[in-house]
């Protein structure tokens, strides 16, 4: 699984792999911890994986970030 990391907040920032790239992607939760945020993305993460790809094939990126929110 690839590397995540927190930017506090409940935001997790992690990558997903392209091909030989990489893409940045960003999860913005509800959550007061970062502990919780982490396991909300790891239950989730086939379907957030699924849901970054479509948008970085679509285009959809802010400042060259895939961003998400909860589902």
């Known amino acids: 699984?690839?590397?995540a990391?927190?930017?506090g907040g409940g935001t997790i920032t992690f990558t997903l792999a392209h091909g030989a790239a990489r893409q940045i992607c960003r999860l913005t939760t509800t959550f007061?911890?970062?502990?919780q945020?982490?396991?909300y993305?790891?239950?989730y993460r086939t379907e957030f994986e699924r849901i970054a790809r479509a948008r970085?094939?679509?285009?959809?990126?802010?400042d060259g970030v895939v961003?998400?929110?909860m589902l």
């Open 1 to 3: 699984m690839p590397r």
């Open 5 to 7: 990391k927190s930017d």
């Open 32 to 35: 007061q911890t970062d502990k």
């Open 37 to 39: 945020a982490f396991s």
């Open 41 to 43: 993305l790891h239950k």
């Open 56 to 62: 970085l094939a679509s285009g959809e990126l802010e």
């Open 67 to 69: 961003v998400l929110s």
